[in-house]
């Protein structure tokens, strides 16, 4: 099973954390107490990559990276996020 690293440090500086989902393939990122996004973990390629919703408003990013496990696509769906919110 996945497991949700602590919260990087960017996140921690505005409240937020990482929570895993129950099976995993997805982590909720949460602004204080409210859930903001949601990183999924998608197939593509025969590999991963990670689809990032906002859900305020629905609106939705795929990295068009590709990853060798759903972990790695996690990890850089946040690294995607931290670089979109400019933190």
Not at 63 to 79: D, K, N, P, R
């Amino acid at each position: 099973m996945i497991t949700t690293p602590p919260a990087p440090p960017w996140l921690a500086r505005h409240e937020a954390r990482l929570v895993a989902s129950a099976t995993g393939e997805s982590w909720m990122v949460y602004l204080g107490h409210e859930l903001a996004y949601v990183l999924v973990a998608v197939p593509a390629e025969g590999k991963h990559s990670v689809k990032v919703l906002e859900t305020i408003n629905g609106k939705q990013f795929n990295s068009g990276t590709i990853f060798a496990s759903v972990q790695a696509a996690l990890e850089g769906g946040a690294e995607e996020l931290r670089q979109r919110l400019g933190w």
